[in-house]
């Protein structure tokens, strides 16, 4: 009867009859139906059943029962955001050209290896943020052709060996946010194909020898907030052609220089939000092909080493940010690097920076906004720089009489430049360095021609022509009377007898 009712119903739908749920939009020209947010707590079975895209996200739908049947045509089904706490098995066999099924947020803490059967073409399914607690053997082994599979943010603390038994064309896996204590290595031989890995936020402590054992195609892996404290030295053995790796979050007090060093082909490392002090001289060792490279909101990081990148000459991009206390650069830490374009240096305890820490003029982007800089005349370089740039507002955090004030406004009278400039200070300098020079050069002539010049002296003092008696004599008298002749006449005073 309750056949024969949704029978009725959808050929009164196919005579012209609109049966578009209130709330919902149903394009019959693209054969799209979407119902986010319509309060509805059942799927419609009154829409056309030719649809093929089915978006019924945040409503209180709870079951999921023969209403599928009657649209066979579909091929994206979002179900996102409800209350489903169970799905009927078989509930879609009619499905055979479904490619992309959701049904993340929901309330399923079980499912079957029956539960999907029908969905042959199915390529994408995810059921994140439900109440799963463990993965049995052969759970999925109906979905051959399926690529993602996302099952994280759920409470799965058991995976059988052979749960993915079947998924050959898997690619992405997620598995973060977890209760996990181990990784499922054994579950991974059945993984031939898995391009990239999600197992972080589990409550790993270690990886051990040989973990991703299997996986020969990962591409990318992300083992972030995973509560590792330890690496053994062949963790990663195997994944040679491991293109990204995130290990940010963890508890790692040190680099793991020699278990990252097998990895030559990342292009990709985070490692940020760990407990190491410092990043040591060829840290990263090994990692000749790396591009990328962050080290963000690391709580104890202090320091970064001089050479601590020796090793990585195609690095790119640099983001070494929030790290509360890193205050200190060495000078040649980021030195031979003729591929650096992207800087990042924000939100850390620097209070300067040096202009020959890196070839600043050739970067692309830079930002070391949020820092607590000192402004002075050493910072001058720095607000030429950013004031021919679109880059993040730089602020002074001291003197006292230039806090929060824009580096790029200040003048370099502000900077107190004007006792201090570096243009009219090389200037003298090599007016002075000149001058030195000229008279280094003239007073070793004269030293080297010393005699000759005392013989030049002697000649002109002891060489003159001997003057006669008389005509010293006559000089004499002639100088006398030249001078009576100068005086002035006076006349004699006249004595009476």
Same mark, same amino acid.
């Not at 991703?212 to 053995?237: H, P, Q, Y």
């Not at 190491?276 to 790396?290: D, K, S, Y």
């Given at each position: 009867?309750?056949?024969?009712?949704?029978?009725?119903?959808?050929?009164?739908?196919?005579?012209?009859?609109?049966?578009?749920?209130?709330?919902?939009?149903?394009?019959?020209?693209?054969?799209?139906?979407?119902?986010?947010?319509?309060?509805?707590?059942?799927?419609?079975?009154?829409?056309?059943?030719?649809?093929?895209?089915?978006?019924?996200?945040?409503? !209180?739908?709870?079951?999921?029962?023969?209403?599928?049947?009657?649209?066979?045509?579909?091929?994206?089904?979002?179900?996102?955001?409800?209350?489903? #706490?169970?799905?009927?098995?078989?509930?879609?066999?009619?499905?055979?050209?479904? #490619?992309?099924?959701?049904?993340?947020?929901?309330?399923?803490?079980?499912?079957?290896?029956?539960?999907?059967?029908?969905?042959?073409?199915?390529? #994408?399914?995810?059921?994140?943020?439900?109440?799963?607690?463990?993965?049995?053997? !052969?759970?999925?082994?109906?979905?051959?052709?399926?690529? =993602?599979?996302?099952?994280?943010?759920? !409470?799965?603390?058991?995976?059988?060996?052979?749960?993915?038994?079947?998924?050959?064309?898997?690619?992405?896996?997620?598995?973060?946010?977890?209760?996990?204590? #181990?990784?499922?290595?054994?579950?991974?031989?059945?993984?031939?194909?898995?391009?990239?890995?999600?197992?972080?936020?589990?409550?790993?402590?270690?990886?051990?020898?040989?973990? *991703?054992?299997?996986?020969?195609?990962?591409?990318?892996?992300?083992?972030?907030?995973?509560?590792?404290?330890?690496?053994? =030295?062949?963790?990663?053995?195997?994944?040679?052609?491991?293109?990204?790796?995130?290990?940010?979050?963890?508890?790692?007090?040190?680099?793991?220089?020699?278990?990252?060093?097998?990895?030559?082909?990342?292009?990709?490392?985070?490692?940020?939000?760990?407990?190491?002090?410092?990043?040591?001289?060829?840290?990263?060792?090994?990692?000749?092909?790396?591009?990328?490279?962050?080290?963000?909101?690391?709580?104890?990081?202090?320091?970064?080493?001089?050479?601590?990148?020796?090793?990585?000459?195609?690095? =790119?991009?640099?983001?070494?940010?929030?790290?509360?206390?890193?205050?200190?650069?060495?000078?040649?830490?980021?030195?031979?690097?003729?591929?650096?374009?992207?800087?990042?240096? !924000?939100?850390?305890? *620097?209070?300067?920076?040096?202009?020959?820490?890196?070839?600043?003029?050739?970067?692309?982007?830079?930002?070391?906004?949020?820092?607590?800089?000192?402004?002075?005349?050493?910072?001058?370089?720095?607000?030429?720089?950013?004031?021919?740039?679109?880059?993040?507002?730089?602020?002074?955090?001291?003197?006292?009489?230039?806090?929060?004030?824009?580096?790029?406004?200040?003048?370099?009278?502000?900077?107190?430049?004007?006792?201090?400039?570096?243009?009219?200070?090389?200037?003298?300098?090599?007016?002075?360095?000149?001058?030195?020079?000229?008279?280094?050069?003239?007073?070793?002539?004269?030293?080297?021609?010393?005699?000759?010049?005392?013989?030049?002296?002697?000649?002109?003092?002891?060489?003159?022509?001997?003057?006669?008696?008389?005509?010293?004599?006559?000089?004499?008298?002639?100088?006398?009377?030249?001078?009576?002749?100068?005086?002035?006449?006076?006349?004699?005073?006249?004595?009476?007898?």
């Amino acid at each position: 009867m309750f056949r024969l009712l949704l029978l009725c119903m959808l050929l009164s739908s196919a005579r012209g009859v609109a049966f578009c749920p209130q709330g919902c939009t149903c394009d019959d020209e693209t054969l799209v139906v979407s119902c986010v947010d319509a309060n509805l707590d059942v799927i419609p079975i009154t829409l056309n059943p030719a649809i093929q895209r089915l978006v019924l996200k945040f409503n !209180r739908v709870k079951s999921v029962d023969a209403a599928f049947q009657f649209y066979g045509d579909l091929q994206y089904v979002d179900l996102s955001h409800n209350t489903l #706490v169970s799905i009927t098995n078989r509930s879609f066999e009619a499905q055979k050209n479904l #490619v992309e099924f959701h049904l993340n947020h929901n309330r399923m803490s079980q499912i079957s290896n029956t539960t999907f059967d029908g969905l042959k073409q199915l390529k #994408v399914l995810s059921l994140r943020g439900n109440f799963l607690e463990d993965l049995p053997d !052969r759970l999925f082994v109906l979905l051959h052709l399926l690529e =993602e599979l996302d099952l994280g943010k759920n !409470r799965i603390t058991r995976i059988d060996s052979a749960a993915f038994d079947g998924l050959q064309s898997l690619r992405v896996l997620y598995l973060d946010d977890n209760l996990l204590k #181990v990784v499922p290595t054994p579950t991974f031989p059945y993984l031939s194909s898995l391009a990239e890995l999600h197992v972080g936020l589990n409550v790993f402590s270690s990886l051990s020898d040989d973990t *991703f054992k299997g996986l020969t195609k990962l591409s990318i892996l992300d083992v972030s907030e995973a509560s590792l404290v330890n690496v053994t =030295e062949n963790a990663f053995r195997g994944l040679g052609t491991l293109r990204k790796l995130v290990l940010s979050g963890n508890r790692l007090t040190k680099i793991p220089t020699k278990q990252l060093s097998v990895l030559a082909r990342v292009e990709e490392l985070s490692i940020g939000q760990n407990e190491f002090r410092i990043v040591e001289a060829l840290a990263f060792q090994g990692l000749t092909h790396l591009r990328q490279l962050d080290i963000s909101g690391a709580p104890a990081l202090e320091r970064i080493a001089k050479g601590c990148l020796s090793d990585n000459l195609n690095v =790119e991009s640099l983001t070494i940010s929030s790290n509360k206390k890193l205050s200190v650069i060495d000078d040649g830490a980021f030195a031979g690097l003729p591929n650096l374009r992207n800087l990042v240096l !924000r939100d850390n305890a *620097f209070t300067a920076f040096s202009e020959s820490m890196v070839a600043w003029p050739e970067l692309r982007k830079i930002d070391v906004a949020e820092n607590p800089l000192y402004c002075g005349c050493n910072l001058r370089w720095l607000k030429e720089l950013l004031s021919q740039r679109n880059t993040s507002q730089v602020l002074c955090a001291s003197p006292s009489n230039l806090k929060n004030k824009p580096l790029k406004s200040l003048t370099p009278d502000d900077l107190g430049c004007a006792m201090h400039d570096t243009r009219q200070q090389a200037i003298i300098g090599v007016i002075c360095a000149t001058a030195l020079f000229f008279a280094a050069v003239l007073g070793f002539m004269l030293y080297r021609n010393r005699k000759a010049m005392q013989s030049a002296l002697k000649s002109v003092k002891w060489d003159k022509p001997k003057i006669s008696g008389k005509e010293c004599e006559y000089q004499k008298t002639h100088l006398e009377d030249d001078y009576r002749q100068a005086q002035p006449y006076k006349p004699e005073p006249v004595t009476e007898l």
